[in-house]
């Protein structure tokens, strides 16, 4: 089976070239230099040439701050990019397999948010990201959108690696308290969209819809900045111990309004498809391996 992968430069979309490769799909990756989702016409004519079985969208405009000061290019990709290959999906017959984000609630929910949850993002980053969803609903039943949250890896930019870059330098971090969630491994997220396209390659169908995925535990930044110091002293990669001050959302001064709760209720993927939630926690050690 031919698997279109967009995004195949970031984070998540490495991974997912690289597992796809491993699992034996005929795998087309197209990075932004290869496939403009923005451009219509490319999709049109890039699919009519390498004619994928499923496609597999992990491009997105993630930078959650300058997306409110680059609010064209952030509504371009995440929701005209998205409506432009959900058009082109539904034109072809192709099954399209999307990734979001925790970011399309507003984090005032004290429980996990289940898929059923109404939806009320804070920024232009969620709100792009809500209106890509939607685009996928009204244009092609034949798809999955799956929310993720805290996305980190041993690719791209991320939360880890930011606080390995900070560590070389400080000895002491602030870092922000009162903002939870459950990390999700962009290797973990990888591996359950080609265990889909897995499944759509045997059936021809799937349980079409939005799902949730992310990491087993609660944690907030600061209890994740820690986890990530003492792994990282652990393995080599810092020599000192680092000193993690617990601050508040105001006293840090985000630009941004973000989730207070970024937890995902991840039971629909584990009853529908009998996929866990990964532990993030080992997934950390392995990053860390990865980078070391």
């Not at 034996?24 to 230099?33: C, L, M, N, R």
């Not at 984090?107 to 232009?124: H, Q």
């Not at 805290?150 to 308290?177: H, I, P």
């Not at 819809?209 to 600061?222: A, I, M, P």
Request: proline share 3%; hydrophobic share 35%.
């Amino acid at each position: 089976m031919r698997i279109l992968i967009t995004g195949a430069q970031g984070q998540v979309g490495k991974e997912l070239v690289s597992i796809a490769n491993q699992r034996g799909f005929d795998v087309i990756a197209a990075g932004q230099t290869e496939l403009d989702i923005t451009q219509l016409k490319k999709i049109e004519s890039y699919v009519e040439v390498h004619q994928p079985d499923i496609v597999i969208n992990a491009a997105a405009y993630t930078a959650v701050n300058k997306a409110e000061e680059e609010q064209d290019i952030t509504y371009a990709i995440n929701r005209d990019g998205t409506a432009n290959l959900a058009a082109v999906s539904k034109e072809k017959n192709i099954p399209l397999l999307h990734i979001s984000t925790d970011y399309v609630f507003d984090g005032t929910k004290s429980e996990a948010y289940s898929e059923n949850d109404a939806v009320s993002p804070l920024g232009i980053y969620g709100i792009s990201k809500w209106q890509g969803e939607e685009t996928i609903r009204q244009t092609l039943p034949e798809h999955i959108i799956l929310r993720v949250a805290w996305v980190f890896g041993a690719q791209g930019n991320n939360f880890v690696k930011t606080m390995l870059r900070l560590a070389k330098d400080r000895d002491e971090l602030s870092v922000v308290a009162d903002q939870f969630g459950r990390p999700s491994p962009a290797k973990d997220i990888a591996k359950t969209l080609i265990i889909l396209a897995e499944q759509y390659q045997k059936e021809k169908t799937l349980e079409w819809g939005t799902y949730h995925y992310c990491g087993d535990e609660k944690v907030s930044w600061c209890g994740f900045a820690k986890e990530i110091l003492k792994q990282a002293k652990e393995q080599g990669l810092i020599e000192k111990d680092i000193k993690v001050n617990a601050i508040t959302t105001a006293e840090y001064q985000d630009p941004t309004k973000r989730p207070a709760n970024s937890m995902l209720d991840c039971e629909k993927i584990k009853n529908t498809f009998g996929i866990e939630m990964p532990s993030w926690k080992e997934s950390l050690n392995q990053v860390l391996t990865e980078l070391k």
